[in-house]
């Protein structure tokens, strides 16, 4: 049985139900033993040793990630899946639903597989670009952007799946 980790940091929430959906497809479809974890100053030092596959997710925001979802990219992944995604939904995410993808690539390039590189010791085998909310100002439940679509996360995990199991 495959055993996977999933850290991530949010900022509006978007991150944490993407994990969660994550989770769920690769318990139910693909028997993966699944951990999940919101990063914060308790939980940034999970020891990594069990796990064959570990999936990092963060919020994007203002251009940048999440400050522990970065730094928990520094750890040692050798011998493991490194798995990556961002939610990004006000730059990134709407590019691609609109197949506009010389931008897609460019702002995923920058935002995501950049710090990747930059931050991560092997390589990931798959990355992905989901998208989010952002809440309008004084109107709770009301939104500017809503672009968080489940089917995105589920087809994923089933692309995860088939590359552990
Ligand atoms: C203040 C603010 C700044 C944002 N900046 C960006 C940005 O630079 N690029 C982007 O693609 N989305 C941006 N967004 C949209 C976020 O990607 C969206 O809120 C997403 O849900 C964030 O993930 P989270 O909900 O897990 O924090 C921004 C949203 C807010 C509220």
Known sequence: MSKTLIAYGTRFGATA???????????????????VVKLSSETENVDLSSFDNVIVGSSLAKFSWTKRAKKFLKNDFSGKKLFVFISSAGITYPALEKGEMEKYEKWKGRFLDKVVKKNANIEPTLTAVFGGWIENRGKPGTYSTHNWKEEDMVKWAEEIGKLTS
Not at 18 to 35: G, P, Y
């Open 17 to 35: 139900k993407s994990s969660e959906v994550i989770a769920r497809e690769l318990k139910e479809k693909f028997n993966h033993e699944v951990e």
